[in-house]
């Protein structure tokens, strides 16, 4: 008793009535909202505070690379921004150099995956393109790349030329070119046989307007969303390479060589080695999770 029947003509809650007709469309489902991840926050976070105090270390307060600011194998102290991470094995301050070391550290892994994208893109367009002996030849370049492991062609690299900025940032542009070169190779066979490109092709379009202007603005997203994961590798592969001492040269600071300096007195200045590498995983695992939310985000092979 007392309940209410509902009528013929009364819409159901959440549904829509198509005008002039009695039948009922599909119901409206609201939009379920993104929802990022804390730690991609912080990431990006930790990435816009690292990328400034990078860029503008000369303007900051802090002493110069080479300047002695106190006793040597001081650890982390509050009170003087100069020890503030404590001294090295000399008494340079440990902040300076852990700045000037992310200077080096992103201009190369950036500039070395910047590179990586250049020619791996040139090269997988044409062979994702052209396709018959030119994606043969394309192929052919990037399993010979992929034949010799990254550390393995870096430690050629330096070992047959001296250990320089120059070298290292050729030597991690060849590391990363194979990871473009088959990201771009892939997308571009696959956005080769959509409608536009055809009908490009049917009105006469030339091939370079065609890769340039159809295929290239469809494959640049996916290739930019892998950008910080490569640029994350590459830098953990400069500090490999610096903590063996081929990378880069002194008295440049590098996170790896920084590493290296102290690993030697680990036990007793446990601080010179636990700052730099406690830098080096935070910078490398924000990073990895931006890439991350950048691929889930603007890869569209995921999405389609």
């Known amino acids: 008793m007392g309940r209410k ?17 009695d039948s009922v469309a599909r119901p409206v489902v609201p939009r379920g909202r993104r929802r990022w991840s804390v730690l991609v926050w912080l990431s990006y976070a930790w990435i816009g505070i690292l990328i400034p105090i990078a860029i503008f270390a000369p303007l900051l307060p802090i002493p110069v690379i080479d300047a002695v600011v106190g006793p040597p194998r001081q650890p982390p102290q509050l009170g003087s921004i100069d020890l503030l991470l404590g001294t090295d094995t000399t008494g340079r301050s440990m902040l300076t150099r852990m700045v000037n070391g992310a200077r080096v550290s ?29 994606d043969r030849i394309v192929t052919l370049i990037a399993d010979l790349l992929l034949s010799f492991p990254a550390l393995v062609l870096l430690l050629a690299i330096t070992a047959i030329f001296s250990p320089s900025v ?29 409608e536009f490109v055809r009908a490009a092709r049917n009105i006469g379009a030339s091939d370079a307007r065609i890769l340039s202007r159809e295929i290239l603005p469809n494959v640049v997203p996916t290739l ?34 920084m590493i290296s300096a102290g690993a030697a007195e680990l036990r ?34 995921l999405q389609d």
Request: hydrophobic letters at 50%; aromatic letters at 8%; proline letters at 8%.
């Open 268 to 301: 007793t200045v446990p601080h010179l080695v636990f700052v730099p590498a406690t830098v080096l995983l935070i910078t490398v695992f924000a990073l990895n999770q931006a890439g991350e939310h950048l691929r889930r985000r603007f890869d569209r092979t």
């Open 224 to 257: 930019a969303a892998y950008l910080p994961l490569v640029v994350a590798a590459l830098i953990v592969a400069e500090g490999s390479l610096s903590f063996l001492g081929l990378g880069i040269p002194p008295p440049t600071p590098s996170w790896g060589g």
């Open 166 to 194: 120059p070298t290292l940032l050729v030597g991690l542009a060849l590391a990363s070119t194979p990871t473009f070169l088959r990201l771009a190779r892939a997308n571009t066979m696959a956005w080769s046989s959509r």
């Open 106 to 134: 992103l201009v190369v892994g950036a500039a070395s995956a910047a590179g990586g994208v250049a020619v791996g893109t040139f090269l997988g367009l044409l062979g994702g393109y052209f396709r018959g002996w030119i």
């Open 5 to 21: 029947h509902r009528t013929g003509t009364e819409p159901e809650k959440g549904t829509n009535l198509d005008p002039g007709t």
